[in-house]
């Protein structure tokens, strides 16, 4: 079992950043890779960004939203088993509850979930 730790939502005006960050408590290591989900009221669930673990680096190929390529970006801390999404520019419709999960495989739906955190973007 992999427990997930959430943290950095928060109220942010339009055009504001943040910054969410996810610990894992074990080793990233021992998972294929790691993102972000979110979740708008009356929304369905939807991918935001992942990020594979692979080799010793902090990096690893990455995908994107298309509503949210060049305005966030995922990255990971090896050393601190977690990742970071930030989010620059944000908008109104950014606003959601998000969550951070992970995956033993490259494909395939997640294996683990964090609690969510929420992030409100508003004037």
């Known amino acids: 079992q992999v427990q997930l730790v959430e943290s950095g939502g928060g109220l942010v005006q339009p055009g504001g950043s943040l910054r969410l960050f996810c610990a894992a408590s074990k080793s990233i290591f021992t998972l294929a890779a790691m993102g972000w989900y979110r979740q708008a009221p009356g929304k369905e669930r939807e991918l935001v960004a992942t990020?594979?673990?692979?080799?010793?680096?902090?990096?690893?190929?990455?995908n994107y939203a298309e509503s949210v390529k060049g305005r966030f970006t995922i990255f990971r801390d090896n050393a601190r088993n977690s990742v970071y999404l930030q989010m620059d520019s944000l908008k109104a419709e950014d606003t959601a509850v998000y969550y951070c999960?992970?995956?033993?495989?490259?494909?395939?739906?997640?294996?683990?979930w964090g609690q969510g955190t929420r992030v409100t973007v508003s004037s």
């Open positions: 999960y992970a995956r033993m495989s490259l494909r395939g739906t997640p294996d683990y």
């Open positions: 990020i594979t673990i692979d080799g010793s680096t902090n990096y690893g190929s990455t």
